[in-house]
Nanobody
């Protein structure tokens, strides 16, 4: 059974940075497309970024483009989200997700097979 565990959330002032981590505890990280999603209070869940297996092609949502970097360390079976120049609109619970095999719609939550429990990010103004 695959488990995803996020860490690195917290309280930060506007303009600050955070690095989120997502540890994958399955037998292998091979073949998993990974994504970060977030859900702010009273809002729908939305994609933040995704990264493919192998060639590590990345995809970013417009609101975060240029401010966040998604990466993965396959040897450590861990994915990261470096977030810079945070603003209060980034306040949300952040979730990592894994999609095994063919995963064409990386911006759609329903494409993913496994989810973490989430880590809270709060950005104060």
């Amino acid at each position: 059974q695959v488990q995803l565990v996020e860490s690195g959330g917290g309280l930060v002032q506007a303009g600050g940075s955070l690095r989120l981590s997502c540890a994958h505890s399955g037998r292998t990280f091979t073949g998993y497309t990974m994504g970060w999603f977030r859900q702010a209070p009273g809002k729908e869940r939305e994609v933040v970024a995704a990264i493919s297996w192998g060639d590590a092609i990345t995809d970013y949502a417009e609101p975060v483009k240029g401010r966040v970097t998604i990466s993965r360390d396959n040897a450590k079976m861990t994915m990261y989200l470096q977030m810079n120049n945070l603003n209060p609109e980034d306040t949300a619970d952040y979730y990592c997700a894994g999609c095994k095999g063919l995963c064409p719609a990386v911006r759609i939550g329903a494409s993913y097979d496994y989810w973490g429990q989430g880590t809270q990010v709060t950005v104060s103004s």
